[in-house]
């Protein structure tokens, strides 16, 4: 009997070390699938994610809990510039509790494993582009408190299965195409009964934080969820007349429009996770079948090592750059120069000096007491459609446009916000050149000679590899193009983002929502606000400036076919890339157009995600193109007169 009793302990102790580091190589074949499915990590956060691990505790944004278990129970990867898919093995960190991946650019679906995290507490997807529908498995993970999967492109329903989840805290769903009605009671008796008594988010007795904003949900809003104070039902097509709903030609369209193209998204082709991560699933179930007959060796080998005394300590991932939130208080716009109405008046000749001008803005030249030149966008807004929504979203912009510092982009010198009469302007630094268009267009084109284009074009590359890249969290132009390009009188490019105030003051904006004075403004963020965000859309426009600095030709006119449908007839062939050249210039080199016009060919990709990154546009254009002037480029604006005097 004693013999017995010997052996079955002796099981035990081998079984419960075999599992360790079963465990523990679970954990480091779901990660490194998870890292396979990242294709572009600008920032090298997965850099040391080594396949040669035997625990993943020291990688950079995973945390393990104490003691020496190395059980992973943090996944935090937000604001890294991420580009891939969610790979469905993340299904296997059993021990996760937090999940927390927003403000990247995760795109396919959301993977129906991950219900399988039954002990994840928080999940977030926040900011990316994922698609398809919220699986119903999230239902499952009864421990989770809070779910944030605002400002992706998600469809269907919302899953009545998240009414199971009684932890429930926060549920923030906004800023997605979800279609349907609320999962919840409409019945007003049902408020006062049990919550068991109750359906879908009615039964989700924690819930205090609901966002449903922004999508294209219908019918009435169940009562359970009206008298919730954190709640945001505004922008969908509900039929209650007391919301804010989106305009009444969105709604009628529902079932038979594209609703990315309603919001104010790309219009890019929907991406679907590849076929061989099915393929991975297959192969992994087999591989665990394989690695339980290794158990055995594995904890035998795992005691020996321990009885040598080598042991890795447990120790939190060296921490990354966290998402920058602004809290909305009046201390916001403190670090940005403040101009009185009076004082621009005063530079602007009394608002009389014009310089251009839309349904939405009116753009001043004006010159400060200091000499400056300066451009001044006033806002045509009436006072009455200024809500405070639109009031902290237009001082979130100022910030976001204050902390743009490089050469080519034209500084903020101020803002004016003035209540009588109620005034908002913006002032940046004015190049009083002209805009690359009215170079290219307008004129004769004679003073952009070839090696002032390739300048103006490298330069142009330079800039946005450091919108793109090198801030933090990264800044899009809102549209790009050559007329949002200005020359100084060294020719150097400034962009200026105008575009960006005229979306703010239109006026279906303006109607699309409102928030209290004092919440955080992260979770106000109109549909329009994608574009902004879609660096893809950036390359793509800067491969049409390259095309307008080849051939001189606009990139629309009514005398000629669309730059970039004329110009592919062209790009597949190398010999015939000189048909492209504008004809007034001159001792073009031809070398240097093969690299430009190879970079232009992969920043018109039809397909986004095949387009590089201007990290690596910026790469091939400087490393490629052969002048003797390249490196002045680098150095500041006053080398560039120099050089230019070499050339001419």
């Not at 580091?21 to 954990?27: I, M, V, W």
């Not at 040391?48 to 996944?75: A, I, K, Q, Y």
């Not at 582009?129 to 498995?137: A, D, H, K, T, V």
Request: proline share 5%.
């Amino acid at each position: 009997m004693a013999r017995l009793l010997l052996v079955v302990g002796l099981g035990c102790v081998l079984l419960a070390a075999a599992s360790e580091p079963a465990a523990a190589s679970d954990q480091v074949a779901a990660l490194l699938a998870f890292k396979r499915d990242i294709y572009e990590d600008p920032f090298a956060m997965l850099s040391d994610w080594n396949s040669s691990d035997t625990v993943p505790c020291l990688w950079s944004g995973v945390s393990c809990s104490p003691p020496l278990d190395g059980r992973v129970v943090t996944l935090e990867l937000s604001n890294s510039s991420l580009r891939g898919f969610l790979a469905a093995e993340i299904g296997s960190l059993s021990s996760l509790q937090k999940l927390i991946l927003d403000h990247n650019t995760l795109m396919g679906s959301i993977p129906r494993a991950i219900g399988k995290l039954q002990n994840l507490t928080v999940l977030n997807l926040s900011t990316n582009q994922l698609m398809g529908p919220i699986p119903s498995e999230i239902g499952d993970m009864r421990k989770i408190s809070t779910i944030d999967l605002h400002a992706n492109r998600l469809n269907g329903d919302i899953p009545p299965e998240l009414g199971k989840l009684t932890n429930l805290v926060e549920l923030r769903l906004g800023n997605n195409s979800l279609t349907g009605t609320i999962p919840g009671s409409n019945d007003s008796v049902m408020v006062t009964t049990s919550r068991e008594d109750q359906v879908g988010l009615c039964q989700l007795a924690q819930l205090t934080d609901l966002d449903l904003s922004y999508n294209f949900l219908v019918g009435d809003i169940p009562t359970c969820l009206k008298q919730m104070k954190g709640s945001s039902m505004v922008g969908n097509c509900f039929q209650d007349n007391d919301i804010m709903n989106r305009p009444v030609e969105q709604c009628e369209n529902i079932n038979g429009t594209d609703t990315d193209h309603i919001t104010g998204g790309s219009g890019e082709k929907n991406m679907t996770q590849p076929l061989w991560l099915l393929i991975v699933e297959v192969v992994t179930g087999v591989s665990v079948l394989s690695i339980l007959t290794l158990c055995a060796i594995a904890g035998l080998r795992r005691c020996k090592d321990r009885s040598s005394g080598d042991s890795i300590p447990w120790t939190r991932a060296i921490s990354w750059k966290e998402s920058t939130v602004i809290s909305i208080d009046d201390d916001l716009l403190g670090n940005v120069p403040k101009m009185s109405r009076q004082e621009l008046a005063e530079a602007c000749e009394d608002f009389s000096n014009i310089i251009g001008s839309s349904h939405e803005t009116v753009v001043y030249k004006g010159t400060m007491k200091d000499g400056r030149e300066i451009a001044v966008m006033s806002l045509s807004v009436p006072v009455h459609y200024w809500t405070n929504y639109v009031e902290l979203y237009f001082q979130r912009e100022v910030v976001e446009m204050a902390r743009l510092d490089h050469e080519n982009v034209a500084k903020m010198v101020g803002y004016c916000k003035e209540s009588d009469p109620f005034s908002r302007m913006l002032v940046f630094e004015y190049p009083a050149n002209g805009t690359l268009y009215e170079h290219l267009h307008d004129g004769e084109g004679c003073q952009l000679s070839w090696p002032r284009r390739v300048k103006i074009a490298l330069s142009i590359a330079g800039v946005l590899r450091h919108l793109h890249t090198e801030l933090q969290p990264p800044f899009a132009v809102a549209a790009l193009t050559s007329s949002s390009v200005y020359l100084t009188e060294e020719f150097s490019p400034k962009i200026i983002d105008f575009e960006r105030w005229r979306a703010l003051v239109a006026k279906p904006f303006l109607s699309s929502g409102v928030i209290v004075n004092g919440g955080p403004l992260n979770g106000v963020v109109d549909p329009r606000q994608m574009r902004f965000m879609d660096v893809q859309a950036n390359t793509f426009a800067f491969g049409v400036i390259l095309l307008e600095l080849i051939s001189g030709r606009a990139s629309l006119s009514k005398d000629t076919d669309d730059l970039v449908d004329w110009a592919r007839k062209h790009l597949d062939q190398p010999e015939e890339f000189s048909k492209l050249v504008d004809p007034k210039l001159k001792n073009v080199n031809d070398d240097n157009l093969g690299i430009i016009c190879n970079a232009v060919n992969l920043c018109i990709d039809a397909e986004p995600s095949r387009r590089p990154s201007m990290n690596m546009i910026a790469a091939i254009l400087e490393e490629g193109v052969d002048m003797s002037t390249a490196t002045a480029l680098r150095a500041s604006s006053l080398a560039w007169a120099t050089a230019e005097l070499a050339i001419s």
